[in-house]
Nanobody
Framework: QVRLVQSGGVSVQGGGSLTLSCTVS????????MAWSRQAPGKEREGVAA???????RYANSVKGRFTISKDTAENTLYLQMNSLKPEDTAMYYC?????????????????????WGKGTLVNISS
């Protein structure tokens, strides 16, 4: 059974840092295209970052240089390190996975084209 279990929600002041985690079971994360997406209030869900089975990373322009996606193969866990946080980063953050490794290349991760999803972590950034 595929499961993606995310860390709990948190509030952080603008300019601060935060790391989200997503522990997976039922598959080996390093074999999949893994990604983080977010949905801000009143907006559609958007891809934030992705990491392929080859370890290559991709980012949305809005977070490039501030966010880092990584994975711990021993712990089968996906991370999203977020720095220089802004109020506009406030959103529900979701981890996602796809067994189609090409989804990390094709951009499917940007368009919510992943197969498995976590339940979400609420991140609130105060100004």
């Amino acid at each position: 059974q595929v499961r993606l279990v995310q860390s709990g929600g948190v509030s952080v002041q603008g300019g601060g840092s935060l790391t989200l985690s997503c522990t997976v079971s039922g598959f080996i994360a390093s074999d999949y295209c893994m990604a983080w997406s977010r949905q801000a209030p009143g907006k559609e869900r958007e891809g934030v970052a992705a990491i392929g089975s080859d370890g290559l990373t991709r980012y949305a322009n809005s977070v490039k240089g501030r966010f880092t996606i990584s994975k711990d193969t021993a712990e089968n866990t996906l991370y999203l390190q977020m720095n220089s946080l802004k109020p506009e980063d406030t959103a529900m953050y979701y981890c996602a996975a796809s067994p189609t490794v090409a989804d990390c290349v094709s951009g499917a991760w940007r368009a919510n084209g992943m197969d498995y999803w976590g339940k979400g972590t609420l991140v609130n950034i105060s100004s």
